[in-house]
């Protein structure tokens, strides 16, 4: 190998690699970077692995660093030992937001978008830099999903490794586990010395959010798609493989995909993304994997709700399929009890054992499902953090999408996992107390608590891709509300066209579309009218707004109201910054992935 600085080191390459520059600029980089990095230059011309990372300002990123360093390491280890032509270019980062941070502040509005702007960064440096193998590390709630989209997008063979979930904290004066949401669901607690007791422990270190919130969620979704080997989901950010085992696990993947021809597209199939919905409802996952299958799918080619299942086809899932794990935010655990119990190859196999998945999908192990699982030989479910079908947790799916006046399209989505009072018999009915966006909700769990009723049917709107923009979580007021409803032995449901943080629990409906920025329903819904949800039928419907001339009036004045103000509702926050109004201008509504239109 040419030494760092040798004049002669354009020379060697041209005698060792036996290729002539085509492109004088282009190759003298690549000597000057192979050669800095310590690298062969007679390497420069073969084909480039990188490995890519997610970074952002809170500890859900605290551990991709590491990550990246020891896949780095794993890859040219294998580039030498094997004798491989491929040559490593630096690892790459992209941006990342967290959610946990941003809940309940206008910031979170970038959530969502930040999704979008990890695909537009991964892809861009995927497709200038000719890249043929990528290991990627991801974390927290979004990026993983933008970095996902980019891998298909691009197609060529890659490996996802989530960063892995924080430890719950444990409150030191009950001894109790405590997480993010606890301290959300604890804001509202006078007594500011326990406050400051869940707060200073509820995150004790590195990771993201350790329950079934949406990351969790969405990295069981990947691992179940194919593109993360299973057995690395569930082990915390600290565990030690993630460090000394996995790096050259997941380089034996993108050899094998490498060896195979395997691409990421022959891996996200319909047949895998079915398999991987399956999963999250069965684990109670955040309503979230709605917005981002339909984005994984859009990556891959594929048009979720006609070629992989339709909503009625969901539904049907739903109401036959338990819930088989006892998580946070509707249980007891955490994704690191689940990992002690067998971690997600044994929720895999219980699923597969019953008949709910197809077997026979591809995985960037270079085995289809089943192989995988029988190689890995998770143990049985324990019966108290994972269950069986036969004897599962709660009987019938954690989601539900409703459709009915308010939602003429459907896709509007119900947690049913986390209801935890309210439907009787199938059915709730409450009365509509509007919100024109969340800062005034907010302000009213605040200041005024007690006027909130049992059987209310609070309404946030405004807040979907295009009127928030951004379709921000909604965990900050669910989570008021959540402590109000429990302290008061009452029901408070909550809709909106906004979106909820996997985190979030009780009777909330979210994606009601179209928004209400877009003149749908739920802008024409005003205080005192009857709402109701019937899972039976599931449906969403206001009684008004089935009287057509009722419709028709409140139609009318909606409209001359955004006449009067320029085009644009009065009740719509005005935007200027330059990102939010690229989301304003082109999103996408939720049953189409909530994200950016590329035209």
């Not at 891998?151 to 063979?157: A, G, I, K, R, T």
């Not at 400051?196 to 179940?224: D, K």
């Not at 398999?275 to 979230?288: K, P």
């Not at 946070?328 to 044994?346: L, N």
Request: charged letters at 20%; glycine letters at 10%.
């Amino acid at each position: 190998m040419t030494k760092a600085g040798d004049s002669s080191t354009i020379v060697n390459v041209r005698a060792t690699s036996g290729v002539a520059f085509s492109n004088p600029g282009r190759d003298v980089q690549r000597v000057g970077t192979a050669n800095f990095l310590g690298q062969d230059v007679s390497k420069i011309h073969g084909p480039v692995w990188a490995v890519l990372g997610n970074l952002g300002d809170s500890q859900c990123y605290l551990g991709v660093n590491q990550k990246v360093e020891a896949v780095q390491a794993a890859m040219s280890r294998r580039i030498a030992n094997d004798n491989r032509d491929n040559r490593l270019i630096a690892p790459t980062f992209t941006i990342g937001v967290s959610d946990g941070q941003l809940n309940g502040t206008p910031e979170m509005r970038f959530s969502l978008i930040g999704r979008e702007l990890v695909n537009d960064a991964a892809s861009t440096h995927l497709a200038a830099n000719q890249v043929e193998g990528i290991i990627a590390v991801v974390a927290c709630d979004k990026p993983p999903v933008g970095t996902v989209a980019a891998l298909l997008e691009h197609n060529v063979p890659g490996v996802i490794l989530s960063d892995g979930s924080i430890k719950p904290g444990h409150n030191p004066r009950t001894g109790e586990r405590i997480d993010l949401v606890t301290a959300f669901q604890f804001a509202t607690n006078p007594d500011e010395e326990a406050r400051a007791e869940v707060t200073l422990n509820a995150c004790p270190g590195q990771g993201s959010c350790g329950g079934m919130f949406t990351y969790n969620t969405m990295q069981t979704f990947i691992g179940v798609l194919g593109l993360e080997p299973l057995h690395m989901i569930a082990p915390p950010s600290d565990d030690p493989r993630r460090l000394e085992i996995f790096p050259d696990e997941l380089v034996d993947c993108l050899v094998a995909m490498t060896n195979k021809g395997i691409r990421p597209r022959d891996i996200v199939t319909p047949a895998s993304l079915r398999n991987a919905l399956i999963v999250a409802m069965a684990m109670g996952g955040s309503t979230n994997v709605m917005l981002h299958s339909v984005e994984i799918a859009r990556a891959a080619g594929i048009d979720l709700w006609t070629q992989v299942l339709s909503q009625d086809e969901f539904n049907a899932l739903s109401h036959d399929l338990p819930v088989i794990v006892n998580m946070r935010p509707f249980g007891e655990y955490s994704m690191i009890d689940v990992d002690a119990a067998g971690g997600i190859p044994t929720v895999v196999h219980e699923l597969m054992r019953a008949g709910y998945l197809d077997a026979s999908t591809v995985t960037c192990t270079g085995e289809t499902l089943a192989e995988q699982i029988e190689r890995l030989a998770p143990p049985l479910p324990d019966h108290e953090v994972i269950f069986s079908v036969e004897k599962p947790f709660k009987e019938t799916g954690g989601l539900r999408l409703l459709r009915g006046n308010l939602a003429p399209d459907g896709g509007a989505i119900l947690k049913l996992a986390g209801v935890e009072s309210g439907i009787v018999d199938g059915i709730f009915t409450g009365h509509a107390r509007v919100f024109n966006g969340e800062p005034s909700l907010i302000k009213a769990l605040d200041e005024r608590p007690d006027d909130f009723q049992d059987n209310d049917m609070v309404v946030i709107r405004y807040e979907g891709p295009r009127g928030a923009p951004g379709m921000p979580e909604m965990l900050d007021p669910t989570s008021k509300i959540t402590s109000l409803c429990r302290k008061r032995g009452i029901t408070i449901a909550l809709m909106t066209d906004a979106r909820f943080s996997g985190g979030s629990v009780g009777l909330v409906i979210g994606h009601v579309a179209p928004e209400a920025l877009l003149g749908g329903p739920i802008a024409l819904v005003e205080d005192g009218d009857t709402i109701t949800v019937d899972i039976n039928l599931d449906r969403l419907d206001c009684a008004e707004l089935k009287d057509r001339k009722i419709l028709s009036r409140r139609s009318v004045a909606w409209e001359k109201r955004v006449k009067a103000n320029g085009g644009l509702h009065p009740d719509a926050v005005d935007v200027t910054h330059r990102v939010l109004q690229r989301m304003r201008n082109t999103a996408l509504p939720a049953l189409r992935g909530g994200g950016m239109s590329a035209s």
